[in-house]
Every structure is written in structure tokens, then in C-alpha cells.
């Protein structure tokens, strides 16, 4: 008699447990205001798998929800304190640069798109710069180099991933050499992308680089940002001169050094008012992860407008704080808005549903779509198996799907009438437009335009054609594990 009572009373208190935990559940993802269908998902995950639903939540669910207030870890997306006052003079521009825009390049202006980009995250449109599309690892390492040797006053790096390899070790050596000429060179790179040596690391602090890995997860009361990732790659020397785009410090990208041979990937470098913002940037990262203000240490360049031409470019930044998904709404924006053609390069390609609709609303209505990916991944091959069955969804509208075969792809444009372009730091998927920071630089020039389809051209030469035929004809049990997997996409 005593047995049972006890387990009649251990019965009724799991019971309640578990009637708080639904109560729970059910509160927390209706007050999220989710679609039915991410909502209902989430409900059959949480309740049906109480353990493992919940650390998933915890992990992958909440986005800018997780951020409780208006914390330093927020701010790693904007270009605001506590260097917002430095741009100050670019933000008073944005109006005549917009209109300049309007009136000089009418066919690269966008109204929807100018105004979007002004109201849903921090950003800033820069007016007079110049710039170059670098689209190998080659170009943008000897360049990179290069303006390091020659750096006088600063050297900012922020990186993804950071390798000890041939090259960074080149580049461990010229950092030395201009630290100990009284060059100012600071460092941050992901925690999760840092591999080095102890050594390599010692070595540099010893000569006063200061370099930092960053880390979104620091203690235990910030345990759900451990899934959030610094995925921006910039550069910045003197000031003057800036990268952004998709390539990373990474021995892989050097060709021979990854099991697919080549690399293939795009990047920017330019001087004028777009530095600005990228210091800006970088400066504020580094105030988030060293608490160390740099607005009068660091040389922000002065543009004279008079030498350099009016090249408009729209810096956008996002991260998991971004309430409006600014990243997503860029893609979103500059595909609703094409009205021949859209170009999208990207090495992955898993979209929301909203993206999803948007691409082939886009092709039903005779617009052009063409997508380029990677045919096979460096490790894992899970997201570009999931992939398959979202350009099957694509193709069925008319979108063309290229596959890149002749090596690994990892670009990251966009690209509508040949009159607009973005590039920059975020994969065609949901984790870019979700868990990472990123940053895109969008460029209001036909003339690069132009020349970034040229190269979309090159590179089909280097692609097989994704084939709906085909694939509707592979093995029942091929598509069922691809459906499988992308059941598990807003998590990939």
C-alpha cells in the first residue's frame, strides 16, 4: 500500500510537470507569432521530443528573440555605438546621395531597394568610391598582402576562419614586421574558425599585434548564442583601403590544399567613403569583444569627393539581433525587383519559404532566374543534398539551376538586370539569414554589374545543369533522404 501511494504521488507530480511544460511550450511559441506551419512544427518537435526539442529551441529557435536587450552583443550588427558620430557626415549624405543616384544612374537606381536598405538595418550608402571584383583566392591574397606591406598607420582584420598555413604564416610575418614599425595591427577571428598554433599565436601578440578570437558564447547566461557565428570577412588598411566578400584566411581556398583541387570565390576591394563603414564596422565588433573604444585611435579616412568616382555603395549588416532579417530582406528585395533577369551565386542554397516564393514567383512571371552552386561540399554533403529538392521546386517555375563542378564554389551574389549587384559574406540560406552576422555590400553600377554577369558566364562554362528530369528519375530512396534533410534545413 505504501508502494503504490508513493507511486501514485511521484505519478501526479510528473504529471504536473508535464502539464507546465506543455503550458509552457505552447505559451512561448504562440507569443513568438510564428507562421501556423514553423509553429505547428516547433509544437510537434518540443512535445514530442520534451529533451531534445528543447535544447534544439534553445539552440536554433529563438533568433533576435534571444536577445533580451539592447546588450553589446546586439550592437555587433550596427554601425552605431559607439561609433556611430564618426560616420555622422555619411549619414547627413544619405538624401543627395540617393537622389545623385536617381539622376546619374537611373538605370542602376531602385528606389524600393535604396529605401529598404536605409530603414531595416543599420547601414549606410556611401557615395565616391572605387572598386575592383576580385574572383580568385590569388588576386585578393597578393593584393591583400601587399597593402599590408604597405600599411603606415593601421591594420583591421576580421575573419571567419583563420589557418595556419603557407600563406598566413606569410602573412603572421608581415603583420610582425609592421607591428614593430609602429603600425597598429588588431586581429578578431571566430572562435570556432581560430586554428593556429600556440606559437604562431605568441609570436604575434610578443610583437603587439593585438589578436583576439571572438566569441559570441562568453559565460554560461549566454549559453543559446553558442549556435551564432561572426561570419564576416573584412579588411581594413590605413583606413583607405577595404575587403569584404567571401574569402577567408583559410589553407582550403589555396589550391591542392582541399580534396576538390580548386576554390573558386569572389571578393571586393575598394578605397572611398564604403572604408568608412567597414571601419565602422570593424570597430564596433572590436568594442564587443574587447571593450575597447576605438573612435580616437582609429584613422577613418576623409574622402575628398573630387578623386574618386561616384560609385554607390550600400553597406547592410545582419546578425540574429536584426529584427527585420536584413540580409533575407536584401535577397528578398533585389529579387522582387528584377525585371529581366536574377543571378544568384551561392555555395549553398536552402531558403525560407518566403525566399523560396519570391525566386519562383520571379520565374512564372518571365523574369530569367539563374542559381550556381556547389555540386559537392568539403565535408559534409548534407546541406547540398538537401538543396536538390528546393532546385527541383525552382526548376518546376523555369529558374535555372548550374551546378559548379571544377571545384569547390563559394560565392556569395547577387545580381538583377545586370544593373544591380551585392557582394559579399552571406550564403543563399537560412543560416546566413538567421544565426550569422554577415555583411553585403551592394553596388549601384551598371558597369560592375555588367562585369559580374560577364564572369556568371565564365563560370557556367565550369557547371553541369541541374536536369528536374533526371532527378525526378533518380532512386525513390536518393529523394526520400533529400526530403529528409531538408526537413532539417533551417538548422543547416
Not at 117 to 139: A, C, F, M, W
Not at 192 to 208: M, N, P
Not at 242 to 248: A, K, S
Request: glycine share 6%; hydrophobic share 40%.
Amino acid at each position: 500500500m505504501v508502494l503504490s501511494a508513493i507511486t501514485f504521488t511521484l505519478l501526479q507530480i510528473l504529471g504536473l510537470v508535464l502539464g507546465l511544460y506543455v503550458v509552457t511550450v505552447v505559451t512561448t511559441i504562440l507569443l513568438d507569432n510564428r507562421t501556423p506551419q514553423s509553429a505547428f512544427a516547433w509544437l510537434f518537435l518540443m512535445l514530442g521530443f520534451p529533451v531534445i526539442g528543447l535544447l534544439i529551441y534553445i539552440f536554433f529557435g529563438r533568433g533576435y528573440k534571444a536577445f533580451r536587450d539592447e546588450t553589446k552583443l546586439a550592437h555587433i550588427g550596427g554601425l552605431s555605438t559607439p561609433h556611430g558620430l564618426i560616420i555622422q557626415p555619411l549619414m547627413d549624405n544619405q538624401y543627395e546621395y540617393a537622389e545623385k543616384l536617381k539622376r546619374e544612374k537611373p538605370n542602376s537606381y531602385r528606389s524600393k531597394l535604396v529605401y529598404l536598405l536605409t530603414h531595416n538595418s543599420p547601414s549606410v550608402l556611401t557615395g565616391y568610391n572605387r572598386l575592383e571584383i576580385l574572383q580568385d583566392v590569388k588576386e585578393k591574397y597578393t593584393r591583400l598582402l601587399e597593402d599590408i606591406r604597405s600599411a603606415h598607420s593601421s591594420i583591421h582584420l576580421l575573419y571567419y576562419i583563420w589557418n595556419e598555413d603557407p600563406f598566413t604564416i606569410e602573412l603572421k610575418n608581415a603583420l610582425i614586421e609592421r607591428a614593430r614599425a609602429g603600425v597598429k595591427v588588431r586581429a578578431l577571428v571566430d572562435d570556432s574558425g581560430l586554428t593556429v598554433s600556440k606559437r604562431y599565436l605568441q609570436e604575434l601578440r610578443d610583437a603587439g599585434v593585438q589578436f583576439f578570437p571572438y566569441r559570441v558564447f562568453k559565460h554560461f547566461s549566454t549559453f543559446h548564442t553558442l549556435n551564432y557565428r561572426c561570419h564576416r570577412k573584412i579588411a581594413v588598411i590605413d583606413g583607405e583601403i577595404g575587403y569584404v566578400g567571401g574569402m577567408n584566411l583559410d589553407k582550403e581556398q589555396v589550391p591542392g590544399n582541399n580534396r576538390l583541387e580548386f576554390w573558386r570565390d569572389t571578393h571586393l576591394r575598394f578605397v572611398g567613403e564604403a572604408v568608412l563603414a567597414l571601419q565602422a564596422s570593424l570597430a564596433t565588433t572590436w568594442f564587443n569583444a574587447t571593450n575597447e573604444n576605438l573612435a580616437d585611435q582609429i584613422n577613418f579616412s576623409k574622402v575628398k569627393p573630387n578623386s574618386l568616382p561616384f560609385t554607390p555603395i550600400h553597406i547592410i549588416q545582419g546578425g540574429p539581433d536584426s529584427h527585420w532579417g536584413a540580409i533575407r530582406q536584401l535577397y528578398f528585395s533585389m529579387i522582387v525587383n528584377a525585371t529581366t533577369k536574377v543571378q544568384i551565386q551561392s555555395p549553398f542554397f536552402i531558403p525560407d519559404e518566403n525566399l523560396l516564393e519570391a525566386i519562383k514567383t520571379a520565374a512564372l512571371s518571365g523574369v530569367e532566374v539563374e542559381i550556381m552552386c556547389s555540386m559537392h561540399g568539403t565535408d559534409l554533403e548534407i546541406p547540398h543534398r538537401a538543396a536538390y529538392t528546393y532546385y527541383a521546386d525552382v526548376a518546376r517555375a523555369g529558374a535555372k539551376i548550374y551546378l559548379y563542378r571544377e571545384g569547390y564554389f563559394h560565392c556569395k551574389t547577387i545580381n538583377i538586370d545586370s544593373q544591380v549587384c551585392a557582394i559579399g559574406t552571406a550564403n543563399f540560406d537560412i543560416r546566413s539569414f538567421y544565426l550569422n552576422y554577415e555583411i553585403m555590400a551592394v553596388i549601384y553600377d551598371e558597369e560592375k554589374a555588367r562585369k559580374l554577369a560577364e564572369d556568371f558566364q565564365k563560370d557556367i562554362q565550369k557547371c553541369d545543369c541541374f536536369s528536374l528530369a533526371d532527378y525526378q528519375n533518380a532512386p525513390l530512396w536518393r529523394r526520400l533522404l533529400d526530403g529528409l534533410l531538408r526537413l532539417a534545413s533551417p538548422f543547416l
